[in-house]
């Protein structure tokens, strides 16, 4: 097996600049004949033209129409000696319906439809399936006449037709285009039309699909997709380019969705959602994929990937214009810490284990394995450091600039650094080891005030621990935004030298000295403002600051990352405690602060849920090089102890209370509505009806506690609540979670999308029957090994958010997950990877549970066929 390196990339010796293609559909048997217009860039006549091929019987070959010699190899299809520009027709034939691993052209329930990125091009047709070869498509699907009412591809429709009981659709796609970008889809669907006008008044017909009965659920989707395009020319001053603007949803999809020119294929579970079936984070979910994917028309379409290395320069940017449209239109502080919690959680995790990689990767087995919270989260956080440098204004004429140099064309991360560069002036270029070099700096500051002078002088030290394969970091360049504030809680104006200075401090060295005048007091620190650099911060706090920043900072964030510091101090102080067999400390400030929160602060309902949050155990893994996980456990528990107990009452009281508003919403005969203060609403409910529960459990008052859930499950009008109350009932073990799953099985047994909450439901649960109920409900009529959304929602929850019972001390939440990873990567082995992360962390587990996964391990190496996915990840797991 080899590794691709970024360093190794070649210009193409040849480029095909169009493509006819034609599908004679069959589930099992469809025919492809490419007809591609290829021209040699070589000077060097002897190099061959060499076609990437994967799964294909190849029926025909011609050159200029002639028989021509060929050499078919297990993944290629290679010719000698050809003239410089030709014509060449390739014919092959493929199985869509067996094709499990959803790459390529496939089934899903009845319906044709492609999954290209990375490499799945090559699984429909041999080609030069690399994305810097674009390339102008014409398709021709042909079917019998009444089989699939809707066939579709990419661009305009030129022709729909029926020939001697054949119906043939063609469809013409003016932009060129790299392969990973080309979508067919056939099937039966329900249509939802709207009509946009864009800013240079051309109109165009935006088309959902979505399956048949299903319309209803799709009108939020379309609406998104109308918001998306307006924001984009609001904000980024761009304009969508065709007269047509299709989105599909299917139910078998690998990820969230795709950004095919023209035909975004996605997953229905960012799709259909109603006031009825749909969560909250449904809907918001909904509304940020819809415009991930619009997005990526310009970032990513219009301006491509040169190779696969690159992929942040697309994915990147686009999540960090997806996060930016979500804050423009909800709300922005939210928004800003849903993102901080992906870094600070799974993305720290990922940096500080064996698939560490630079959100530019050096070498790639498995392109698949890349799709990583590292180039799509950490990716957004470089492009916000860059926009904090460079100031909304100037990045704009940065992206101006790009679009203008990068059209049509297939660049490097680069590129895109240059752009920013030249538009603003600013030399970018120590920025650039964001690019290149992986894990997460650690900023450790400190302060000396001089009272005599009046100057606060702040010591700021980074390091970067080594990362597999970069032992010595460069520093980075970290925009560290700041504010201090008095003891009175007010905020002191910036200033050096007389003058007003910037908030954002630029940290370029190894040891860096801020420093700043006419400070009347010693102040207190708030630092990294709205998360300003992706980076771990240590300072020493002094009693009582982390409280006046939670109760003082302006900054929403500073806030909230005051609160997660006060809670984490005592989680790394108990699970000491733990290890050493010592009694807990009391929580004291945890519970004042929550106290204050609760009753003092006026913090509106959601952003007072979301501050209250106690991180997961696995972002709690995050504060130890070596994680012990029964004391990370045990001290969690202890901390949501102290609070369920010691607030019992405020807990009580909140609990009634938003359930008489809610109550009252109900006999106003106001229905569920996705908005702010609905969401804050059920999102603070949520908190509180856990603690309240878990106190009354803890108290013994476990039947009080079952009729509670039980009674909020029987009132909920919508799926945020009914979730909020069989997740408690299965979460605190309560026992009307078995009436509670009862009848919701009975309810939504036959919508999938819906039943995976139940799915999830039981997985999460941390308790010893759980691995059991697993395993049965791999046996139910809604499971199915094939859909990926299934294994996410039942085996994927169990290993990734049920550290407790995964990691069992008896091995056999391991034994089950190996067990699954060796049948998945028969069928599916990207899906297989993407659930096997949380084995990854063996080296900074215990011995006993080192060992057992290392077992684990050596038994899938040894398994034949073992895919690249899986392959690459126990083999760096094991370095
Ligand atoms: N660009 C898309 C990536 C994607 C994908 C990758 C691997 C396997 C299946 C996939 N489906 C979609 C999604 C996006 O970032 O917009
Ligand atoms: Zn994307």
Redesign the pocket.
């Known amino acids: 097996r080899q590794e691709k390196r970024r360093l190794d990339y070649k210009k193409p010796d040849f480029t095909i600049t169009d493509i006819d293609l034609t599908f004679e559909l069959d589930l099992t048997a469809t025919i492809v004949t490419a007809v591609s217009r290829v021209k040699r860039l070589t000077e060097d006549r002897k190099i061959p033209l060499v076609l990437n091929g994967d799964s294909l019987k190849l029926l025909d070959v011609k050159l200029d129409g002639a028989e021509c010699a060929f050499r078919e190899t297990e993944n290629t299809l290679e010719l000698d000696s050809v003239p410089d520009e030709f014509t060449l027709t390739v014919k092959t034939c493929i199985n869509p319906k067996d094709n499990s691993e959803l ?1 390529g052209l496939y089934v899903s329930d009845g319906k044709f439809c492609t ?1 290209n ?2 490499e799945g091009f090559r699984r429909i047709t041999f080609f030069t399936d690399h994305p810097d070869v674009l390339a102008r498509y014409t398709t021709h699907i042909i079917a019998p006449d009444g089989a699939y009412p809707f066939m579709l591809s990419n661009g305009n429709l030129i022709k729909d037709e029926v020939k001697d009981g054949k119906r043939v659709v063609t469809w013409e796609d003016p932009f060129p285009k790299p392969s990973y970008l080309f979508a067919l889809v056939a099937g039966d669907f329900d249509e939802l039309h709207r009509d946009f006008v864009t800013c240079g008044g051309r109109h165009v017909d935006v088309y959902l699909y979505v399956d048949k009965g299903q319309a209803s659920c799709g009108t939020v989707a379309i609406d998104s997709i109308l918001r998306a395009m307006e924001w984009d020319e609001k904000r980024f001053g761009l304009e969508y380019d065709l007269n047509r603007f299709n989105v599909v949803a299917v139910d078998f ?7 095919n020119k023209s035909l975004n294929i996605f997953n229905s579970k960012y799709v259909l959602v109603d006031a009825e079936s749909a969560t909250d984070t449904d809907f918001e979910n909904v509304l940020s994929v819809i415009g ?2 619009y997005f ?1 028309n310009w970032t ?1 379409d219009r301006v491509t990937c040169r190779d696969w290395f690159q992929l942040s320069l697309k ?1 990147g940017l ?1 999540v960090f214009r997806d996060q930016e449209f979500s804050s423009d239109l909800c709300c922005r502080p939210i928004e800003r810490i849903k993102a901080v919690n992906i870094i600070k959680g799974p993305q720290f995790t990922e940096d500080a284990g064996p698939m560490a990689h630079p959100i530019r990767p050096d070498y790639v087995m498995e392109m ?1 394995n890349f ?1 990583s919270v590292t180039v ?1 989260d950490k990716g957004a956080e470089v492009i916000r450091m860059i926009h904090t440098i460079l100031g909304e204004e100037l990045f704009q004429k940065g992206m101006k600039l790009y679009f203008k140099r990068h059209d049509g064309c297939a660049v490097t991360c680069e590129d895109f650094v240059s752009a920013m560069e030249d538009a603003s002036g600013i030399d970018l270029k120590q920025f650039r080891n964001w690019y290149s070099q992986a894990g997460t700096p650690c900023v450790s500051g400190s302060l000396r005030y001089d009272a005599e002078k009046k100057q606060a002088v702040y010591t700021f030290n980074q390091s970067t621990p080594a990362t597999p394969g970069q032992s010595v970091k460069q520093p980075f360049v970290i925009p560290l935004s700041m504010a201090l504030y008095g003891s009175d809680g007010r905020k002191i104006l910036l200033k050096r030298n007389g003058e007003p200075v910037s908030e954002v401090q630029i940290l370029t060295e190894e040891h860096n000295v801020v420093v700043f005048d006419d400070v009347p007091e010693r102040p207190v620190t708030a630092l990294l403002q709205n998360f300003s650099a992706p980076v771990k911060v240590e300072y020493p706090y002094a009693q009582g600051e982390l409280e006046t920043l939670l109760k003082c900072a302006d900054d929403p964030v500073t806030r909230y990352e005051s609160m997660q510091n006060i809670i984490n101090s005592y989680i790394v102080l108990n699970t000491v405690n733990a290890q050493r067999r010592l009694p807990f400390t009391h929580s004291e400030l945890v519970v004042q602060s929550f106290r204050y929160i609760l009753e003092e602060s006026g913090l509106d309902n959601r952003f007072m849920a979301y501050i209250l949050r106690i991180p997961p155990v696995n972002t709690l893994m995050g504060l130890f090089t070596a994680i012990d996980l029964d004391a990370i456990i045990a001290s969690r528990k202890e901390l949501v102890r102290v609070l369920s107990v010691e607030l019992a009452d405020i807990w009580e009281k909140l609990y009634q209370k938003l359930l008489a508003e809610f109550r009252q919403r109900l006999a106003e005969g106001r229905g569920y509505e996705c908005t702010e203060e609905q969401i804050g609403s059920r999102d603070l409910i949520r908190v509180a009806l856990n603690f309240h529960v878990r106190g009354l459990v803890l108290k013994g008052e476990e039947a009080k506690a079952s009729a509670i859930v039980s009674g909020h499950y029987r009132i909920s009008d919508n799926m945020t609540d009914t979730l909020i109350a069989l997740n408690a009932a299965t979460a605190h073990n309560l026992e009307s979670r078995h009436e509670i799953l009862k009848d919701f099985e009975s309810r939504w047994r036959d919508n999938a999308l819906v039943f995976d909450n139940y799915f999830r439901a039981v997985a999460s649960a941390p308790y010893p029957d759980t691995l059991d109920n697993v395993r049965k409900l791999m046996e139910h009529e809604c499971f199915d090994l094939t859909n990926p959304n299934r294994v996410r929602a039942l085996l994927g929850t169990f290993s990734q958010l049920n550290p407790e019972c995964f990691n069992d001390i008896s091995g056999r939440g391991y034994e089950f997950l190996t067990e699954i990873l060796i049948k998945l990567n028969g069928t599916n082995p ?1 899906v297989a990877a993407a659930i096997m992360t949380p084995m990854l962390n063996l080296n900074r587990l215990d011995i006993k549970r080192k060992g057992m996964i290392t077992d684990c391990f050596n038994r899938i190496m040894r398994i034949p066929g073992l895919s690249d996915s899986i392959f690459e990840k126990i083999d760096k797991a094991f370095k």
């Open positions: 790459m999954q990125e990375p999809f690998n990820a969230g969705a795709m950004e991930h994917e990526h990513g994915e686009t698949n799709y799509y990207h």
